[in-house]
């Protein structure tokens, strides 16, 4: 059975820091990995789908890496502003139509 | 805009009084979802719909059922809410995947079920 994990919980940093936020998944077959945005009482955006065959994908100052074979993948976002506060969440894709989602990355950005 | 639409963003109930909430989508998908979410929870898939094909993850309790009358309406009906029942949730949408397997998932707003 499939069971995502993101690590830390919660983060907090100074406004204009780099930082990495991880997703660690138990079962390497996948079909695709995303992130998402969610804000306080609010749905879900998409930042970023990584396909299983890539290692990689871009969006202005989001990158998303993922290693299959080792079961994660990493947010990098970098000069972080006070606007990207939200909680992240990656979901794997396990089958078709079916997605498992971690329990988010808590993240504030101080001004 | 295109977009996924919930009502109403907020719901109380009682104790196993039957609600219903209500997804409408301007996207044109095929496919529609429904996930709970508890505070501070991942979100869970209850159910999926491939056009009027219904698909229930195996663990969703029977308490839960959906209808999907045409492509633009989906609508979740919980029978007897109980307190555990409370939660946030969310409809998405999705193109056919098997021809379009890097699609995403758009994310209505929520609707906040609030069980008295």
């Known amino acids: 059975k499939q069971e995502v994990t993101q690590i830390p919980a919660a983060l907090s940093v100074p406004e204009g820091e780099n930082l990495v936020l991880n997703c660690s998944f138990t079962?390497?077959?996948?079909?695709?990995l995303q992130w998402f945005r969610q804000d306080p009482g609010k749905g879900l955006t998409s930042l970023l789908l990584?396909?299983?065959?890539?290692r990689e994908q871009t969006s202005g100052r989001l990158n998303a890496s993922l290693d299959k074979s080792s079961g994660r993948s990493t947010l990098y976002i970098a000069a972080s502003q006070p606007g990207d506060s939200a909680t992240y969440l990656c979901a794997v894709s396990s089958g078709t139509y079916k997605y498992i989602f971690g329990t988010g990355t808590r993240l504030k950005v101080l001004a | 805009d295109a977009m996924v639409i919930q009502n109403p963003r907020y719901q109380v109930t009682q104790f196993g009084k039957p609600v219903t909430l209500s997804c409408s989508q301007t996207l044109n998908h095929n496919v529609m979802y429904w996930y709970q979410q508890k505070s501070s929870q991942a979100p869970k898939l209850l159910f999926h719909y491939y056009d009027k094909d219904f698909n229930n993850e195996a663990d969703t309790p029977d308490n839960f059922q959906s209808r999907r009358p045409n492509t633009s309406f989906c609508f979740l009906d919980i029978r007897s809410p109980g307190l555990g029942d409370a939660a946030m949730y969310l409809c998405?949408?999705?193109?056919?995947?098997?021809?379009?397997?890097?699609?995403?998932?758009?994310f209505g707003p929520g609707t906040r079920l609030t069980v008295l």
């Open positions: 998405a949408t999705s193109r056919d995947q098997t021809s379009l397997p890097t699609d995403t998932q758009y």
């Open positions: 079962d390497s077959a996948i079909y695709n």
């Open positions: 990584i396909q299983s065959s890539q």
